[in-house]
């Protein structure tokens, strides 16, 4: 069946099985890998994407539900050659160790700020639940959350306490 995709903000056109994930679409037909295949039963969070905004499973969501919607993948997060706060968040906080679910992770973040643009801790906790790191950098993907939050809203980041320890004399 041929299916009509908006993911990044470009039209694609797939003939594919209107059953298939959206996942495998994204990665086999239109070669976006930063969606990871992590368990293939919606429970790990590494292939989350936004569609219309929400945060998805896409291993878990058939491409025929992403037909009608604006897909976007962790490739459709960077502006004029600028990464999403969140990401330079991460960067920053080193809220990652292998980086496998942290495409998946950042996705869910970005839904969060998007809906939530100061979100407590509590909430942040709330957005992620479905989202596993077998690193465990859980502490660091919330200071990172926190700070993108921070800087979206037009504040000034706040350097990491170990930045600040190295620069002084």
Request: proline fraction near 5%; charged fraction near 25%; charge should be positive.
């Amino acid at each position: 069946m041929l299916i009509e995709l908006d993911v990044n903000g470009r039209r694609h056109r797939v003939d594919v099985d209107p059953d298939r994930s959206l996942l495998s679409v994204l990665r086999e037909e239109l070669a976006l890998t930063g969606s990871k295949y992590g368990c293939g039963e919606g429970q790990c969070g590494a292939c989350t994407v936004l569609l219309s905004g929400s945060a998805e499973k896409s291993c878990r969501t058939p491409v025929a539900k992403a037909a009608a919607t604006r897909v976007t993948t962790i490739e459709g997060l960077e502006r004029d050659h600028r990464l999403h706060p969140l990401q330079r968040a991460f960067i920053e906080e080193t809220a990652m160790q292998c980086g496998y679910c942290t495409s998946g992770m950042i996705m869910a973040g970005v839904a969060l700020l998007n809906t939530t643009p100061n979100p407590s801790k509590d909430d942040i906790v709330r957005a992620m639940n479905g989202n596993i790191c077998r690193c465990g950098a859980y502490p660091q993907i919330v200071v990172a959350i926190q700070r993108a939050s921070r800087e979206m809203q037009g504040n000034a980041p706040t350097q990491k306490k170990t930045q600040q320890r190295e620069r002084r004399p």
